[in-house]
Each structure stands twice: as structure tokens, then as C-alpha cells.
């Protein structure tokens, strides 16, 4: 079993409909989470973090976490073309690493 | 957030020749710094994690002796490769350990370099 778990994707959404993107993790003391954006020949960048179970909001990006099912979600709301990406969710383990999923790859059609 | 700048962004290089690459945090000290490799369509593999000042811990097949990590001050960290064939041409990001609110940290990634070996 894979230490982060996500789907590969694709997930097509139509524009302006919310983006649900999951990942699941192995370690049961993992307890900072991140996910991240990357573009097609970009590099990834930090767009949430979250370290406690419920939800946390940053502009149209929602993270949720549930540590009793080792779960953690990215919601887009509104989704726009330009969200078009995979995104990575990163958990940070025993060791004090980040371990990154595979990434899931988002399309968002005008 | 954090700054990490690469250099070179690209580079082509003939077979059997040598390839540096540079790391930097630039508004903050890095004391870990991390190599991925990255080939078209595939997930991110880190390659090696470098400690400043000493030796870099490479992952399970990744050859220490072909990518020599260097990790000399708490800005900069170098990967070469040497003696580079064309089933080295990839996409090589670096990332650095840097804080966030909170007394946390994470990761910061610089904007990659990509090597294509002829």
C-alpha cells in the first residue's frame, strides 16, 4: 500500500462547478497536510496546509481533513479553466518528510 | 512563501558530459534541501535529500556516484550529473525546507531544471 494515496484522474469538471480532489494516507500520526498545484511543465507550488480535522477556506480552495478515517480533501469551488492542473497532496510523516501522492490531474472545461 | 530559484532552466548537453545544476533559497536559509526527478506525465520522485554540511541520503536506486549532491552553505545545494546518456533527460525540481505560520514548515519548490541529453 502506497504511504498517499490519490486517484490519477482524470476529473473533468465544467467550469464554474466544484472540484473534488482526494487523497488518503497510510501513517496514523501523520499530522500536517499540504496540497499542492502543478502546472504542465511547471513545478508544483504550496496552495493549502492544513493540521486539524474539519475544514479550513482560503479564497475559492477548501481543505477538509479527517484523521480518524486518514482522509484529506482540496474542494475548488467555482472552478475555473485556469484551475487546470494535478494537484499533489503531500503528508508529513514520523520522519518529519513530506511524502507526496501521485497526484491527481483536474481538467475544468469551459 | 518561500523563494527557490534554479539555474540553469533548461540545458542540452551531449552524451557522456557533466551537468550542474543550482539550488537556492533566496529570503531564507535552507538547512534541507530535497532532488526530484520528474519524466512526462509521471509523479514526482524525490532522488535524494541534502543536509547542509553533510553528506546527502539518496533514495533506494539512485546512484550516488552519477548525482553528486553538494550542500555547501544554507542557501545553495548543487546536483551534477555526471557522465549524462539520454535516459537521463528529465525534469530535475529542487525544494527546500522552509517555515511556515504556525511553527510549521514545508516544502518550497524552485521552478525546475530541464535536462535533455543528445
Known amino acids: 500500500q502506497k504511504e498517499v494515496e490519490q486517484n490519477s484522474g482524470p476529473l473533468s469538471v465544467p467550469e464554474g462547478a466544484i472540484a473534488s480532489l482526494n487523497c488518503t494516507y497510510s501513517d496514523r500520526v501523520s499530522q500536517s497536510f499540504f496540497w499542492y498545484r502543478q502546472y504542465s511543465g511547471k513545478s508544483p507550488e504550496l496552495i493549502m496546509s492544513i493540521y486539524s480535522n474539519g475544514d479550513k477556506e482560503d479564497g475559492r480552495f477548501t481543505a477538509q481533513l479527517n484523521k480518524a478515517s486518514q482522509y484529506v480533501s482540496l474542494l475548488i469551488r467555482d472552478s475555473q479553466p485556469s484551475d487546470s492542473a494535478t494537484y499533489l497532496c503531500?503528508?508529513?510523516?514520523?520522519?518529519?518528510?513530506?511524502?507526496f501522492g501521485g497526484g491527481t490531474r483536474l481538467m475544468v472545461k469551459p | 512563501g518561500a523563494v527557490v530559484s534554479q539555474h540553469p532552466s533548461w540545458v542540452i548537453c551531449k552524451s557522456g558530459t557533466s551537468v550542474k545544476i543550482e539550488c537556492r533559497s533566496l529570503?531564507?536559509?535552507?538547512?534541507?534541501m530535497f532532488w526530484y526527478r520528474q519524466f512526462p506525465k509521471q509523479s514526482l520522485m524525490l532522488m535524494a535529500t541534502s543536509n547542509e554540511g553533510s553528506k546527502a541520503t539518496y533514495e533506494q536506486g539512485v546512484e550516488k556516484d552519477k548525482f553528486l549532491i553538494n550542500h555547501a552553505s544554507l542557501t545553495l545545494s548543487t546536483l551534477t550529473v555526471t557522465s549524462a546518456h539520454p535516459e537521463d533527460s528529465s525534469f530535475y525540481i529542487c525544494?527546500?525546507?522552509?517555515?511556515?505560520?504556525?511553527?510549521?514548515?514545508?516544502?518550497?519548490f524552485g521552478p525546475g531544471t530541464r535536462l535533455t541529453v543528445l
Open positions: 529570503d531564507f536559509q535552507a538547512t534541507t
Open positions: 503531500a503528508v508529513r510523516n514520523a520522519g518529519n518528510m513530506l511524502t
Open positions: 525544494s527546500a525546507r522552509a517555515p511556515l505560520a504556525g511553527g510549521t514548515d514545508t516544502q518550497y
